[in-house]
């Protein structure tokens, strides 16, 4: 188990630039969460993927994120044109599901902190 | 809507000190409950979890959480802590509505433990 890895750990952008975040999943998991995580609060979903199918979207997720899975394996989450309120810990999560479970635990990176000036 | 409720955000607490941390979730179904650790620095970790069978489960570090299914609690509990038990805990509901498995976490409480 080499465990969930994100890349970069840190980034710092200045306002309206575009920034991507990568994560590599436990090999054999399935489905993958982001999440975000702001000083004082607990994770906030955003979005999730089985295989490549991106099956939900946070309602909070604007229009400038974005994410894909393209092949089932690795994922990259974008935010196009950044603000600071963007400024947070973006964590990535996989899990192995199989049939009609739904309840296996998630295993999380270290997240990427995103500092926007 | 599902949410996650964990009412104690700070607690400080001396070595040998008994812990409670409480959580409480909104849902009418089926629920799968989680307790998360975050120790400095480091990803979030599991610690326990509940699917279903008796409500009162184990997890590692001598930690223990027991469903109350009339209350909709999911309180974490372990009877002496120790300076290694600084650290974010984190409650987390699965839940299948709609079609959905996304996990819903709670604010988080902070544990911090005096030598």
């Known amino acids: 188990d080499t465990g969930v890895s994100q890349d970069p750990r840190h980034k710092i952008t200045k306002r309206g630039q575009n920034v991507t975040f990568r994560c590599d999943p436990i090999?054999?998991?399935?489905?993958l969460y982001w999440y975000r995580q702001t000083l004082g609060q607990g994770p906030e979903f955003l979005t999730y993927f089985q295989n490549e199918a991106q099956l939900e979207k946070s309602r909070l997720l604007s229009d400038r994120f974005s994410a894909e899975r393209p092949k089932g394996s690795f994922s990259t989450l974008e935010i196009q044109r950044t603000e600071q309120g963007d400024s947070a810990m973006y964590l990535c999560?996989?899990?192995?599901?199989?049939?009609?479970?739904?309840?296996?635990?998630?295993?999380f990176g270290n997240g990427t902190r995103l500092t926007v000036t | 809507a599902q949410s996650v409720s964990q009412h104690n955000h700070h607690v400080i607490l001396s070595e040998a000190a008994s812990l409670e941390l409480g959580c409480n979730y909104s849902?009418?179904?089926?629920?799968?409950l989680f307790w998360y650790v975050q120790y400095p620095g480091q990803h979030l970790q599991l610690l326990l979890k509940?699917?279903?069978?008796?409500?009162l489960v184990k997890g590692i570090k001598g930690f223990e959480a027991e469903f109350i299914k009339s209350k909709f609690s999911f309180n974490l509990r372990k009877p002496s802590v120790q300076w290694s038990d600084t650290a974010e805990y984190f409650c987390a509901v699965n839940a299948r509505a709609r079609g959905t498995y996304k996990y819903i976490f709670g604010t988080g409480t902070r544990l911090k433990v005096l030598a």
């Open positions: 999560a996989s899990s192995l599901v199989s049939g009609s479970s739904y309840n296996s635990p998630l295993h």
């Open positions: 090999s054999e998991h399935n489905r």
């Open positions: 849902y009418g179904g089926t629920v799968n």
């Open positions: 509940y699917f279903s069978g008796d409500p």
